[in-house]
Nanobody, 127 residues
Framework: QVLLVESGGGLVQAGGSLTLSCVSS????????MGWFRQAPGKDREFVAA????????RYSDSLEGRFMISRDNAKNTVTLQMNRLKPDDTAVYYC????????????????????WGQGTQVTVSS
């Protein structure tokens, strides 16, 4: 069982930055691919970023235009999403997710691939 807890959300002006953190209470987080997704009101949950078990492989949504960066620290059971140059369109609830994977070199980018989800943290970007 993996319990994921996100933090770091809040209200920020357009152009600002936020850092989201996701802490796992489960053991062996290095056995899991990790990802961030977001869901705006009235919209489907969408992929933001994903990272492989060791952090060597990463994927990002094309819509981010290089503004976000995902990283992980397996020793601290933590995955981080650094968000820069935020826009009002980035306003959403951001979710951390974990996917058990026996393979080091893969990342998971669809909601269906993930087994565990956090409760979400709200990010609001004002114009």
């Amino acid at each position: 069982q993996v319990l994921l807890v996100e933090s770091g959300g809040g209200l920020v002006q357009a152009g600002g930055s936020l850092t989201l953190s996701c802490v796992s209470s489960g053991r062996h987080i290095d056995m899991y691919n990790m990802g961030w997704f977001r869901q705006a009101p009235g919209k489907d949950r969408e992929f933001v970023a994903a990272i492989s078990r060791t952090g060597a492989f990463k994927r990002y949504s094309d819509s981010l235009e290089g503004r976000f960066m995902i990283s992980r620290d397996n020793a601290k059971n933590t995955v981080t999403l650094q968000m820069n140059r935020l826009k009002p369109d980035d306003t959403a609830v951001y979710y951390c997710a974990a996917n058990f994977s026996p393979i080091y070199t893969t990342v998971a980018i669809t909601t269906q691939e993930y087994n565990y989800w956090g409760q979400g943290t709200q990010v609001t970007v004002s114009s």
